[in-house]
């Protein structure tokens, strides 16, 4: 992928954090999801006190993008810390890895992880979720 489309999607994924809601862990995640056709869709973290309702940024792009018929994805940039300080990169939790895995080739798909602009990593999902079950497995 071209360097300014990674930095858009990262000055996309780091505009994201101001919505977080994070009343309980105060860990801001951002993320920006590359469809095929082009289009970025955004989320971030989503908090709830009953706690396990949460929603991490991940999924909530994927969620928004796939509730909006599209399914064909490229990329996603994630970027999160505490207080929405971006030192470590915030890598994607097991269920967000899952997510990606339904509609993703993890071969080809992206995650990009970054602290700021210039500062990232490119994995492939396969990377990040080695052996994955997903739909193929069904066949
Ligand atoms: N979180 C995400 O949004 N994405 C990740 O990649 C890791 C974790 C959120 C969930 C929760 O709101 C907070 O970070 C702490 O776990």
């Known amino acids: ?5 990674i930095e858009k999607l990262i000055e ?3 505009e994201q ?7 309980y862990s105060g860990f801001k995640v951002g993320a920006a999801l590359l469809a095929k056709d082009g289009t970025i869709y955004t989320g971030c973290n989503i908090e709830n006190a009953a706690y396990t ?4 940024a991940e999924r909530t792009a994927f969620f928004k993008a796939v509730s909006e018929g599209v399914r ?3 990329a996603i940039c994630v970027v ?15 269920v967000c890895r899952q997510v990606m895995m339904e509609f993703c080739d993890p071969e080809r798909f992206q995650v990009i992880l970054a602290t700021d602009r ?5 994995y492939t999902l396969k ?5 994955g079950f997903g739909p193929a497995n069904l066949k």
């Open 80 to 94: 999160g810390g505490k207080d929405g300080i971006l030192t470590e990169y915030a890598v994607p939790c097991g």
């Open 72 to 74: 064909e994805f490229e």
């Open 127 to 131: 990377e990040l979720l080695p052996l």
């Open 53 to 56: 309702p949460t929603n991490c």
């Open 12 to 14: 996309t994924a780091m």
């Open 118 to 122: 210039e500062h990232y990593d490119v």
């Open 17 to 23: 954090l101001k919505f977080s809601y994070t009343p």
């Open 1 to 5: 992928m071209e360097k300014h489309l």
